[in-house]
């Protein structure tokens, strides 16, 4: 069987290394890796009044990276609401040209245009409107329950901000 690598080892405190690894740090993109060997450091016990001062500053700059987190987490949220915002209003969309297509067969259901149909073809109508009426009908739960969850959630954050 294959195991999964095993992680680099991690490179042992040097003031050099230290230097090093308070730039990575403050790097998006390096902050992961960084901030696991700052944890090993500090496990192993590498902190002294010598370099606590070193130590301080990089734990500091990792708590700075929850303003980035928070910030980054904001943006996801918003992008979600908005996607929901679009699917909301394209299942609108669609839920109109449902009700106009079953707006055609109640139209040609009225006596006028039914006397012109065959049998067979009145039978089609009526399976025809049955089934739109239904795809109509899930589609408009479907949106109902959208609004619904707003509605909750509005109200929530009614709640939250009362005292």
């Not at 230097?19 to 992961?32: A, H, N, T, V, W």
């Not at 449902?98 to 055609?104: L, T, Y």
Request: hydrophobic share 35%.
């Amino acid at each position: 069987r294959l195991r999964p690598p095993s992680p680099p080892p991690i490179v042992h405190y040097s003031e050099h290394e230290c230097g090093q690894l308070g730039d990575k740090i403050k790097d998006d993109s390096k902050f992961p890796d960084a901030v696991r060997v700052l944890l090993t450091w500090v496990e192993r016990g590498e902190v002294n009044r010598r370099n606590a001062n070193n130590f301080y500053s990089m734990i500091q700059s990792s708590n700075s990276h929850i303003r980035r987190l928070m910030n980054e987490k904001a943006a996801h949220e918003k992008e979600m609401e908005e996607a929901k915002e679009k699917f909301k209003n394209a299942l609108a969309g669609i839920l109109v040209q449902f009700e106009q297509i079953v707006s055609v067969f109640h139209a040609a259901s009225k006596q006028k245009a039914w006397d012109h149909f065959s049998k067979a073809q009145r039978k089609n109508l009526d399976m025809w409107r049955k089934q739109a009426e239904e795809i109509r009908n899930i589609h408009n739960e479907e949106l109902m329950g959208i609004r619904r969850e707003e509605e909750m959630e509005m109200s929530d954050d009614d709640m939250e901000d009362s005292p």
